[in-house]
C-alpha cells in the first residue's frame, strides 16, 4: 500500500508560481506511474502532468505545458509540480496520485484508472 500527502497549495495572482509536493510512503518500487490530477468545482478530474518513475517517461495536459514541470526526488520519496505563469483557469483541487505501471505509455500515464492511489488534495486559487 501507499500513502500520500500533497502540499504546496494556496492562493496566488495570474503570472505568480506555486510549487506543490506529494510525500509517498510505503514506496519502494520504480515501475509506478506517479502524477497530478485537478478538479474544478462543476468540472470533470482531468490529468495535469504525469511520469513513469522508472524511465524518462513524462506527459503534459497541453494547458499547462510549458508552464508546468513535474520531477520526483528519489531521496525524499517525493513527487513535485513547479507551476509557473499561473492563470485563474488552474483554479482547482489538485491531486497527486500513484499506480503500478508494467506497461509505461504516454497513454497510461493520464489514465485515471491506472491510479489505485490518491491523496487527500490541497487547494489552488489564482485571482486576476
Known amino acids: 500500500q501507499v500513502q500520500l500527502q500533497e502540499s504546496g497549495g494556496g492562493s496566488v495572482q495570474a503570472g505568480g508560481s506555486l510549487r506543490l509536493s506529494c510525500a509517498a510512503s510505503?514506496?519502494?518500487?520504480?515501475?509506478?506511474?506517479m502524477g497530478w490530477f485537478r478538479q474544478a468545482p462543476g468540472k470533470e478530474r482531468e490529468a495535469v502532468a504525469s511520469?513513469?518513475?522508472?524511465?524518462?517517461?513524462?506527459w503534459y495536459a497541453d494547458s499547462v505545458k510549458p508552464r508546468f514541470s513535474i520531477s520526483q526526488d528519489n531521496t525524499k520519496n517525493t513527487l513535485d509540480l513547479q507551476m509557473n505563469s499561473l492563470k485563474p483557469e488552474d483554479t482547482a483541487m489538485y491531486y497527486c496520485?500513484?499506480?503500478?505501471?508494467?506497461?509505461?505509455?504516454?497513454?497510461?500515464?493520464?489514465?485515471?484508472?491506472?491510479?489505485?492511489?490518491w491523496g487527500q488534495g490541497t487547494q489552488v486559487t489564482v485571482s486576476s
Open positions: 510505503g514506496h519502494k518500487r520504480s515501475d509506478y506511474c
Open positions: 496520485a500513484a499506480g503500478l505501471c508494467p506497461v509505461p505509455t504516454l497513454h497510461a500515464l493520464r489514465s485515471s484508472t491506472v491510479y489505485r492511489y
Open positions: 511520469l513513469y518513475t522508472g524511465g524518462n517517461m513524462i
